[in-house]
């Protein structure tokens, strides 16, 4: 098992529609979570970071499940600059400092 | 302020050789992170570097593969004996202090092993 799942996509979705991803990870004991956003070709950047209390940046609106183990992505009123490939990112917590990336959601926005 | 950077931004070299690819991090940051992206796949992570202490090598996928953090700063990717298989976009990345904080990442090097 992966330890960090996501479903590949692509989601297809009109301007304006509001699109949700979800992400599940395998190490219980995992602290941090984000999402980093990656354009066609281009270099991973940071998007949020995921609190368990739930947060929100305008359109966008992370969530954490510890119980399930699972990390939610919402995006209101879809932009075609949204599209692009969203990966859930965690620190596993096991020594090593670095994040463990899942596959990546990739999303179109179609006008 | 600059932000990371890598060379060369495209590397295509024949089977069997090795190469060397650079990342310049952010001025001031302490961890420094190296990972490969293969076609359509996740980031995968390869070596990290957290100031002066001892690297973590962990990803690293075989010995062929091998990073050295230069005065704390400059890191290089060394790969020996180039495979097919090794063909990847390499991204580095930098955070201040590692953990939580923010990783920045730089535009890749994309390696084309012929």
């Known amino acids: 098992r992966k330890e960090v799942e996501q479903d590949p996509g692509p989601f297809n979705v009109p301007e304006g529609a509001t699109v949700a991803f979800n992400c599940t990870y395998s190490?219980?004991?995992?602290?941090?979570f984000f999402w980093y956003r990656q354009d066609c070709r281009k270099e991973p950047k940071l998007l949020m970071s995921v609190y368990s209390s739930g947060n929100e940046d305008g359109r966008f609106t992370a969530q954490l499940n510890r119980a399930s183990q699972y990390i939610s992505l919402l995006i209101r009123d879809s932009k075609l600059s949204d599209s692009a490939t969203y990966l859930c990112v965690v620190n596993p917590s096991t020594g090593r400092r670095a994040l463990t990336f899942g596959s990546g959601t990739r999303l179109q926005v179609q006008p | 302020g600059a932000g990371v950077s890598q060379s060369p931004s495209n590397k295509v070299t024949e089977k069997g050789k090795d190469v060397e690819l650079r990342c310049d991090p952010i001025?001031?940051?302490?961890?420094l992170y190296w990972y490969r992206q293969s076609l359509g796949q996740g980031l995968e992570f390869l070596i990290y570097?957290?100031?002066?202490?001892?690297?973590?090598k962990s990803g690293l996928p075989s010995d062929r593969f091998s990073a050295e953090r230069t005065g704390g700063s400059v890191s290089t990717l060394t790969i020996q004996r180039t495979q097919q298989e090794d063909s990847a976009v390499y991204l580095c990345?930098?955070?201040?202090?590692?953990?939580?904080?923010?990783?920045?990442f730089g535009p890749g090097t994309r390696l084309t092993v012929l």
């Open positions: 990345a930098s955070s201040l202090a590692g953990g939580r904080d923010t990783q920045y």
């Open positions: 570097f957290q100031g002066n202490s001892a690297p973590d």
């Open positions: 190490n219980s004991a995992s602290q941090s």
């Open positions: 001025s001031g940051h302490t961890a």
